[in-house]
């Protein structure tokens, strides 16, 4: 059996997580503790605050208890507003708490575009526009160039929790660009395990949704392969060669 932690701030779509458990079908478990998140907004002194250390250490115990072997804070906008330098030392302090290979969702979208070999994006967000303009930057200091950024104006996590398949439709078609080789859909409020095959075939091109590439990460991290097309090209692409990344789940570069 191979076991990630989650770290979840609050309440809007957890049920992709065992959707995805599901989609799986394996010894795989995704055990999820719940953090705290203060006022539901997307403004950067709030995405920072939920994003603090002592909120994610308060799960640690919970999850190895649970037989973590990897943990992944899952969230994108409570780790990309620190920037690059400071959304790592995020990830290397959980990492120290834990005792174990850590990452976030913003990482995981860095390391999972490296995977699929692509360069260019473009991001579908549903983030106010200063928000998805920050999330393009980290993306940018990954040495992903970033195409087009669209900003869906969304304020809170609960609203984004209850877009359906029609609104991901036109999230993803409208943030999509020509030049775009996957289209990045940063919000893992929004529920999107269902649908990734679907939006890949409308675009004709990969699509990474923060729930799915979260999970990803994290077996990564765990050093386990899955594979799963109802999870869209990202689960059925190689494996990263070993000697690749650090104990803190960051990319080593030549």
Request: aromatic share 8%; charged share 25%.
């Amino acid at each position: 059996m191979t076991t990630v932690g989650l770290l979840y701030p609050g309440h809007s779509a957890e049920d992709d997580f065992p959707r995805i458990e599901i989609m799986l079908d394996s010894d795989i478990r995704l055990p999820l503790f719940h953090t705290e998140t203060g006022e539901d907004a997307r403004r950067v002194d709030e995405l920072r605050a939920m994003g603090a250390p002592d909120l994610l250490a308060a799960g640690v115990e919970e999850l190895r208890l649970a037989g973590a072997e990897a943990l992944v804070w899952t969230c994108t906008g409570g780790s990309f507003v620190y920037g690059w330098d400071g959304a790592h030392e995020q990830i290397a302090t959980l990492a120290r708490a834990a005792g174990m290979p850590a990452s976030s969702t913003s990482f995981a979208f860095v390391h999972a575009v490296r995977e699929l070999g692509a360069r260019r994006v473009a991001v579908a967000a549903t983030y106010p526009e200063e928000i998805a303009g920050l999330f393009a930057g980290f993306l940018k200091a990954g040495d992903i160039e970033v195409v087009a950024t669209r900003g869906s104006g969304i304020i809170t996590a609960r609203e984004a929790g209850t877009w359906d398949v029609e609104l991901l439709r036109e999230l993803a078609v409208g943030g999509d660009h020509p030049d775009a080789e996957a289209v990045l859909l940063p919000d893992t409020a929004l529920h999107t395990a269902a649908y990734i095959p679907e939006l890949e075939e409308l675009l004709g091109k990969p699509v990474l949704t923060a729930n799915q590439v979260t999970v990803w990460e994290g077996l990564r991290l765990a050093d386990r392969r899955a594979w799963s097309p109802k999870l869209g090209t990202l689960f059925a692409t190689r494996v990263p060669p070993p000697g690749t990344w650090d104990t803190r789940g960051i990319e080593v570069r030549e």
